[in-house]
Structures are given as structure tokens and as C-alpha cells.
């Protein structure tokens, strides 16, 4: 369990940011919420418990559902606001907190939504003490360098932030599409293919599955080059990606053959999603010789099934598919399709 946990976090960078984040806020916010029952001063301690309990279900929602953006989000806006209530409540002894929340925000959720946070933050500690004069700030003088410092911690953690979300989201595109069609690559199948079991063992959501492979693709590389070959792999990704919905994934599984994981697709469904692939492959894509087509097999996700277990069969279907003659399709438990070649 441990190992599997470890795994997760290794793969999830996000999610890996709001575990420690969320351990590491509540951890440190708990003495204070302790300290302050035990003096009295209930209402930072109300806010205090508020923001620990809000981590914790935070945290165990992005490990239940994977989802990383809508708690983020939920724990800054949370915290934003604990902040502005211990400072309005604690004066000069509140301000620390804003600091680590820059930081926090920056971690917890986009560079912009959290420059609009900590721009909400200060805005709301200006307008208290302008209201309230004297009860926060001893003079105008320390709002405005207060005020100063953040704006201009803020707007240097959003450039860093900026520049850091660019240059992840650039190496984890290189880390998950294949270079030259830009599908999925491997890689990024397994995930994908693992987060189907669990969400169809979690709330019995409907997964297909196509394994595609181009018929006689060896001879278009023996007879013409790789060139050519890499020409026929790109225009067919780009026919398949015209065809599918966007929530589809595309995988290069491997040489010419190709995965196409279907969300919300029970049987008949992916039987009409494999009759048209094969068909607009067969009318549109080609080769210096020709005409090329594909054979396809296919496999509904089943309850409690592994995803080797769904991929193998799904590959068993391409198998029997390219037995039948190749340029058809044939889809695990259901009726053969007829050959349209």
C-alpha cells in the first residue's frame, strides 16, 4: 500500500504539492488553533480548525478522485481568508501569515489565480484598517510598507511561478506524447488505462478500448523508406484525431499500432466508433503504393477487470481481425463485424 501511495506521488506532481502542503499547513496551523482554544481567543481558533479539517478533506478528495484542481483551489481560497481574519483579529501579530501564503497560493493553484488571490488578500486588509484605523496597522505609513512588500513579493513568486508552470507543462508534454505524430506514447496509455479500472471500479463508468494496426505497413517502409512511412503514421493520427471526441485518448502503442481509449462507451457505441475508423482510414489515408487501411480490435472494460487483462483482449480481437484479412474490425463479445474490404 505504501509502495502504491509512493508511486502516485511520483506521478502526480500536483498531487503530490497538496499532500505536502496540506501535512505541512496543518501541522503548523494545529499548535496555533491549540494555543488559541486554550487562551480563549475562539475566533482564530474556529478559523484555524476550519482551514486544518478543510486540508484534510482536500487531500482526501484529490487522492479519492485524482482531481487536484478543485481542492487546490479550495484550500487557497480557504486559507486567503484565515489569513485575513488573524490578521484583522491579531493586528501586527497576524501579518507572518501572509508571507507563507503567498508561497501557499503560488503551490496550491495557477500562477494568475493566485496573484488574484493574494490581490483579494491585501485588498481586504486595506479596506479593514481604513475602516477600522489603528486596529491593524499603528499608521498608514507601515500599511503601505506592508502593503508594498507583499505586492512586491506576490508579483515576483507569479513570475517564477509562471516561468516554472511553462517549463513543466513543456517537459510533460515531451515526457507523454510521441514525437513524431504526437499521440499519447506509452507511457501515458498505462496511466490512462489504470485510471479507467479505477474509476469503473469506483462508480462503474463505461471504458472501450481499440487496438489499431495499419495493414502491410512493413512493405511501405521496405519499398519507399522510413520517410514515407512516418508521412502515412502522421496523416493517419491526424485522420483519427478529426474523427474522435475530444474527452478520446490516442496512444502510439508501439511501431504502427496504435490504442484509442473510449470513456463513456459501452458496446454498440465502440462498435460504430471502430466501423467508422475503419472505414475513413480506407477512403483517406494513403501511401506512394496506395490505399492503406487498418485493422482494428476491440474490448469493453468489465467489472474488476485489470487493465493487462482488458489490453489483452482487446489485442486478441486484432489478432482475429487481421485473420479475417485484415481492413475490418472485431470487438471482444460481441458479433463480427463483416470485412469491407
Known amino acids: 500500500?505504501?509502495?502504491?501511495?509512493?508511486?502516485?506521488?511520483r506521478r502526480n506532481f500536483q498531487l503530490s504539492i497538496i499532500t505536502l502542503m496540506g501535512m505541512f499547513?496543518?501541522?503548523?496551523?494545529?499548535?496555533?488553533?491549540?494555543?488559541?482554544?486554550?487562551?480563549g481567543d475562539y475566533t482564530v481558533a474556529i478559523a484555524n480548525s476550519v482551514a486544518i479539517f478543510s486540508t484534510i478533506i482536500a487531500v482526501v478528495y484529490a487522492w479519492r478522485t485524482d482531481n487536484t484542481v478543485k481542492p487546490g483551489l479550495y484550500l487557497s481560497v480557504i486559507f486567503s481568508a484565515t489569513a485575513v481574519i488573524a490578521t484583522a483579529h491579531?493586528?501586527?501579530?497576524?501579518?507572518?501569515?501572509?508571507?507563507p501564503l503567498i508561497l501557499f497560493n503560488f503551490f496550491m493553484v495557477s500562477p494568475t489565480r493566485a496573484l488574484i488571490l493574494m490581490?483579494?488578500?491585501?485588498?481586504?486588509?486595506?479596506?479593514?484598517?481604513l475602516l477600522n484605523p489603528e486596529n491593524v496597522f499603528p499608521s498608514h505609513y507601515q500599511m503601505i510598507s506592508f502593503l508594498v512588500t507583499c505586492l512586491l513579493a506576490s508579483f515576483l513568486t507569479f513570475i517564477f511561478a509562471y516561468r516554472t508552470q511553462h517549463q513543466r507543462e513543456r517537459l510533460q508534454q515531451m515526457a507523454s506524447q510521441d514525437p513524431l505524430t504526437g499521440a499519447y506514447n506509452r507511457r501515458i496509455m498505462t496511466e490512462e488505462l489504470r485510471k479507467a479500472v479505477r474509476d469503473n471500479n469506483r462508480s462503474q463508468r463505461t471504458y472501450s478500448l481499440l487496438i489499431m494496426?495499419?495493414?502491410?505497413?512493413?512493405?511501405?517502409?521496405?519499398?519507399?523508406?522510413?520517410l514515407a512511412g512516418d508521412h502515412v503514421l502522421i496523416d493517419f493520427v491526424r485522420i483519427i484525431q478529426a474523427t474522435i471526441r475530444e474527452s478520446d485518448y490516442l496512444f502510439r502503442h508501439g511501431g504502427e499500432e496504435f490504442a484509442l481509449l473510449l470513456p463513456d462507451t459501452g458496446f454498440p457505441g465502440v462498435n460504430i466508433v471502430a466501423d467508422t475508423l475503419q472505414k475513413q482510414t480506407h477512403n483517406k489515408l494513403y501511401s506512394p503504393a496506395g490505399a492503406v487501411s487498418?485493422?482494428?480490435?476491440?474490448?469493453?472494460?468489465?467489472?474488476?477487470?485489470?487493465?493487462?487483462?482488458?489490453?489483452?483482449?482487446?489485442d486478441e480481437q486484432l489478432?482475429?481481425?487481421k485473420q479475417a484479412g485484415r481492413n475490418c474490425y472485431r470487438i471482444a463479445d460481441t458479433h463480427p463485424a463483416p470485412s469491407t474490404s
Open 1 to 9: 500500500m505504501l509502495n502504491l501511495a509512493l508511486r502516485r506521488l
Open 25 to 39: 499547513g496543518a501541522s503548523s496551523i494545529t499548535p496555533y488553533a491549540i494555543y488559541r482554544i486554550y487562551t
Open 90 to 99: 491579531l493586528g501586527i501579530n497576524g501579518f507572518f501569515w501572509v508571507y
Open 119 to 129: 490581490l483579494a488578500v491585501l485588498s481586504c486588509i486595506v479596506v479593514y484598517h
Open 213 to 226: 494496426d495499419l495493414d502491410h505497413f512493413k512493405l511501405i517502409n521496405d519499398s519507399f523508406g522510413h
Open 294 to 314: 487498418v485493422s482494428i480490435g476491440g474490448a469493453v472494460l468489465k467489472p474488476k477487470e485489470n487493465w493487462q487483462d482488458w489490453l489483452n483482449r482487446a
Open 319 to 321: 489478432y482475429l481481425a
